[in-house]
C-alpha cells in the first residue's frame, strides 16, 4: 500500500510512500490539534498513526496476535480495533496508547465495530452468534443481542434508538435497542451473500447522519437498499 497527499495546483501531483506490505489495509482518520492524521493497519499486522501531509509515522505497534479485522475512530478522537486474539481495544490517538480491553474474549473473532456519536457507546460483531454493546466509561457490557452469527457490518443510529447489523448471508437486521431486551424490528434479505472464511470480506451499511432517517444497505446487484426510519 502506498500513501500520498495532493498539491494545490491546477495539476496535481501525487507524493507516495510505503504505507505497508500487499494485502488488506484498513483506514481512518483523526484530527489533533486541528491537524489531520491518517490511522492504517495493515497485512503486516503493524497499526500506525502519520502526519497526512508529509507522511511521517507518529507511532507504529505491532499486533503480535495476527491480523487486525476493524478500526474505527470516534467523533472525539478515540480508536477502537478488532483483532484475532478476539479482544476489542480502545486506544488513545495520536500516540496509540492502549487505554484498555474492553471486554473478555468473544467467542469468534470480531470482525466489525462503530461508535455512536457522543463516543460512549461502541457496537461490535462477528463470528460468534451474539453482538456486544458496550459501555466506554466503566468498559462493561451493556448488553448482547443474539444475531445468527458472522456479522460483517454494524451501525448505530445517529439518534441511539436503532442497532442495524447485516451478516455473511446477506440477511440486515434492525434492532431497538431502547427496549430491554432489545427488540428486533427487521430481519431481511437485503445484502449479497459473502464467504464467511474471507477474512477481510464486509457488509456496508450507513445510518444518514442527520437524525437517522435512511439506513443505506449495500445490495446484491451493484445496487443500494435506503430504508426509511
Given amino acids: 500500500m502506498a500513501e500520498g497527499t495532493a498539491t494545490a495546483d491546477a495539476v496535481q501531483q501525487l507524493q507516495l510512500s510505503k504505507g505497508h506490505t500487499a494485502g488488506p489495509t484498513f ?18 499486522t503493524r497499526l500506525v498513526t502519520r502526519h497526512a501531509r508529509n507522511h511521517q509515522e507518529i507511532k507504529s505497534i505491532e499486533n503480535t496476535h495476527g491480523a ?25 490517538l495520536p500516540d496509540l496508547t492502549a487505554t484498555r480491553s474492553l471486554v473478555g ?14 463516543s460512549c457507546l461502541i457496537a461490535a ?3 460468534e452468534a451474539n453482538l456486544q454493546i458496550i459501555t466506554v466509561k466503566d468498559a462493561k457490557i451493556k448488553f448482547r ?6 456479522t460483517r457490518g454494524i451501525a448505530l443510529d445517529p439518534e441511539g ?21 432489545p427488540k428486533q424490528q427487521l430481519r431481511k434479505r437485503l445484502g449479497p451473500k459473502i464467504d464467511h ?4 470480506a464486509r457488509q456496508a ?11 443505506a444497505v449495500a445490495g446484491p446487484d451493484n445496487d443500494v437498499t435506503l430504508l426509511e426510519r
Fill in 105 to 118: 474474549r468473544f467467542v469468534g473473532t470480531p470482525r466489525c465495530c462503530c461508535w455512536d456519536k457522543d
Fill in 197 to 200: 472464511d474471507d477474512d477481510v
Fill in 68 to 92: 487486525w479485522n476493524c478500526i474505527v475512530t470516534s467523533p472525539d478522537n478515540t480508536l477502537v480495533t478488532g483483532v484475532d486474539d478476539q479482544y476489542v481495544k480502545v486506544w488513545r
Fill in 161 to 181: 434508538q436503532y442497532l442495524a447489523a447485516a451478516n455473511a448471508d446477506g440477511t440486515v437486521s434492525v434492532w431497538d435497542i431502547t427496549q430491554e431486551p
Fill in 205 to 215: 451499511l450507513a445510518w444518514h447522519p442527520d437524525g437517522g432517517t435512511l439506513l
Fill in 145 to 150: 443481542v443474539k444475531n445468527e452469527g458472522f
Fill in 27 to 44: 483506514v481512518s482518520w483523526h484530527k489533533s490539534e486541528g491537524t489531520w492524521h491518517t490511522v492504517t493497519a495493515g497485512a503486516d
Fill in 125 to 127: 460483531g462477528g463470528d
